[in-house]
T-cell receptor, first 112, second 117 residues
Framework: GQNIDQPTEMTATEGAIVQINCTYQTSGFNGLFWYQQHAGEAPTFLSYNVLDGLEEKGRFSSFLSRSKGYSYLLLKELQMKDSASYLCAVRALYNQGGKLIFGQGTELSVKP | NAGVMQNPRHLVRRRGQEARLRCSPMKGHSHVYWYRQLPEEGLKFMVYLQKENIIDESGMPKERFSAEFPKEGPSILRIQQVVRGDSAAYFC???????????????FGPGTRLTVT
């Protein structure tokens, strides 16, 4: 079966660093994605990992370990506007493109 | 470059009516995906289409739901004889195939919020 787990909610303080973990068990793997979704809005793409290691993009970094079925999203210098749901998604193995299997999302609240 | 467009943004239907949701992918994108997000739940894959072809419909309910992506015009998700349980946000996403093997990120539209009364 396909299973993606991430914490339901997290709270952090403005200016701090927060790490959101994601573990997955899927029948195929062709990349892991992180999306940000504000309430009532569309998910927006944050990062993509297909090889092991860390990908850095400004205040956001994402890490992948394929052997452990594990990823995390690291947010630095938190801002109030970072309060949102963060979605971990795995792309199922396919020849071209391919559906994304999403976790439930982690609701992050940034406090002043 | 316009993003993924969906309309209507909000749709209210009575039980038993039909709902038609439209999605225009980003320019140059040939892959369209439909996802459903029920209240307090994660995004669930429904169907993956390319022009005139359904590639993967493993997430589509067996009855009442259909999807198409014609040669010309937007992709359509059609729900016949809607029931209260169909109330959800329906998101469309599009992507492009890259020969280089670079990421195939999917870009999401703003969604259609369907309410069945």
């Amino acid at each position: 079966g396909q299973n993606i787990d991430q914490p339901t909610e997290m709270t952090a303080t403005e200016g701090a660093i927060v790490q959101i973990n994601c573990t997955y068990q899927t029948s195929g793997f062709n990349g892991l994605f992180w999306y940000q979704q504000h309430a009532g809005e569309a998910p927006t793409f944050l990062s993509y990992n297909v090889l092991d290691g860390l990908e850095e993009k400004g205040r956001f970094s994402s890490f992948l370990s394929r052997s452990k079925g594990y990823s995390y999203l690291l947010l630095k210098e938190l801002q109030m506007k970072d309060s949102a749901s963060y979605l971990c998604a795995v792309r199922a193995l396919y020849n071209q493109g391919g559906k994304l299997i999403f976790g439930q999302g982690t609701e992050l609240s940034v406090k002043p | 470059n316009a993003g993924v467009m969906q309309n209507p943004r909000h749709l209210v239907r009575r039980r038993g009516q039909e709902a038609r949701l439209r999605c225009s992918p980003m320019k140059g994108h040939s892959h369209v995906y439909w996802y459903r997000q029920l209240p307090e739940e994660g995004l669930k894959f429904m169907v993956y289409l390319q022009k005139e072809n359904i590639i993967d419909e493993s997430g589509m309910p067996k009855e009442r739901f259909s999807a198409e992506f014609p040669k010309e015009g937007p992709s359509i998700l059609r729900i016949q004889q809607v029931v209260r349980g169909d109330s959800a946000a329906y998101f469309c996403a599009s992507s492009i195939t890259r020969a280089s093997g670079a990421s195939y990120e999917q870009y999401f539209g703003p969604g259609t919020r369907l309410t069945v009364t």
